[in-house]
């Protein structure tokens, strides 16, 4: 796995395609790091954007959450269907960060739940996590925001690289950006739906870059493999990484930063001087 070099590029804006964020979502190492690298990246004078998905667990009234009307109303299709894209929004003190929630009541629950949809739903993982890549994509667009970095965190987010170096490949909020992954030891609860790859080709994604899954379930390492063909790094947030998935980040021969178990001041320094080298 190559190490990273020294700082090449200048980080204006940092946008965050989050899996799951504290508090939001119960503490847990994934929403935890989810907060904490937005906040401590923000305070470094970076202006950021934060994204996750608007789960059943989540309580709009204690947490704040209002729609950002502006923003809502599109429709995403998905094999030939239309999802409507409700944006909302909440503000994560005493950081003041803004945080935008992704949200369509085919694939989150419109009530509160006791789990996550991804967990309770698993069947329907394969589109919800197309909807959440492109959700974002369509919100940043309409946003006109430029980011200089995109950190993908957790295998929800997995797809938002494929379709940003595809789909979306000349609008001009991506087509500079580098993509970073990140790794924090979660994957998914069973393989994704057989039908994944028809999806992605009717978004007109090449069909080389996901020939590998056509006619099958596809699994957390292939899922990663996918999101690294359209990336440019790799960060390891957690100890708890499969050796099956770091194998795959290995094989990837991207610029790789590994966890090192640094305390939080001192990780942020090096994940920012990492995002400085992939200039």
């Known amino acids: ?37 937005p906040q401590g990246i ?37 094999d030939d269907t239309d999802h409507p894209l409700i944006i909302k929004v909440a ?21 509160l739940t006791k789990e996550l949809e991804t967990v309770s739903s698993p069947g329907d993982n394969d589109e919800r996590i197309i909807f959440y890549a492109r959700g ?9 925001w430029v980011p200089d970095v995109i950190q993908c965190n957790g295998w929800v987010a997995a797809l938002a690289p494929l379709y940003m170096r595809t789909k979306y490949s000349d609008d001009p909020s991506f087509r500079d950006a580098k993509i970073v992954v990140g790794l924090n030891g979660e ?47 790799v960060v390891q947030f957690s100890p708890e990484v499969p050796e099956k998935v770091l194998q795959v980040v290995h094989d990837s021969k991207l610029p790789f930063l590994p966890y090192n178990g640094t305390d939080t001041a001192t990780r942020m320094e090096e994940i920012t001087q990492f995002y400085a080298s992939l200039g």
Do not use: C, W
Request: aromatic share 8%; net charge negative; proline share 5%.
């Open 1 to 37: 796995m190559q190490k990273h070099e020294k700082s090449s590029m200048d980080i204006n804006k940092v946008l965050f395609i989050s899996q799951q964020i504290a508090p939001y979502v119960p503490e847990n190492p994934v929403s935890i790091m989810g907060r904490e690298l």
């Open 42 to 78: 923000q305070e470094k004078g970076i202006e950021v954007r934060t994204f996750m998905p608007k789960f059943g667990i989540i309580n709009e009234r204690r947490n704040q959450l209002h729609e950002v009307i502006r923003l809502s109303g599109m429709n995403v299709i998905i």
């Open 91 to 111: 503000t994560l003190q005493p950081s003041r960060m803004q945080v935008y929630f992704i949200y369509n009541e085919d694939y989150f629950a419109h009530n």
């Open 136 to 144: 974002v994509i369509e919100t940043v667009r309409k946003l006109r």
């Open 187 to 233: 994957t998914i609860p069973e393989p994704l739906d057989a039908r994944l790859a028809e999806k992605l080709e009717f978004d007109e994604v090449p069909r080389e870059l996901f020939s590998d899954i056509v006619g099958r379930q596809a699994t957390n390492e292939d899922l990663l493999r996918l999101t690294l063909t359209s990336s440019d790094a």
